[in-house]
């Protein structure tokens, strides 16, 4: 929205966050009269899946289409996926600490911490081509 980006519900699907579930929900937008130019999955498997439908029609990811995930699991990098890499570490770090502080009755300095992920750019995405 700040982006002055319309979202539309019939371009919102759902799936099971897996690869297959990527591939369905690819399937349904891919199959609409005017196709996406891009395509955000809820995590990096239902991106791999939807790579596989976009390549199967024919299109050229990061050409035609973008695709980007969230995780960075292993496999992105093979499949050039840009990604949103979460803190792993500094998560477990944190989630350990609260743990501690409740199991010892001790207050939870900061219960609404804001860990931000890095963007990691790869093939799969460019601007959308005009004209």
Known sequence: EEAGIPCVDEWIVYGDLSRK???RAASQLLNKSVLP???IAANDLMAIGTITVAKERGLVI???ISVAGF???ANSE???????QQPIYQIGRQLTEMLFRLVNQLPIEN???LLKPK???RESTQPPISG
């Not at 093979?78 to 949103?84: A, D, I, P, R, V």
């Open 71 to 73: 995780d960075d699991i």
């Open 119 to 121: 963007l990691i750019i």
């Open 111 to 113: 219960p609404k911490l």
């Open 62 to 64: 990061g050409r035609d």
């Open 37 to 39: 130019t891009a395509i």
């Open 21 to 23: 579930g990527g591939e």
């Open 78 to 84: 093979l499949f050039s996926l840009t990604t949103l």
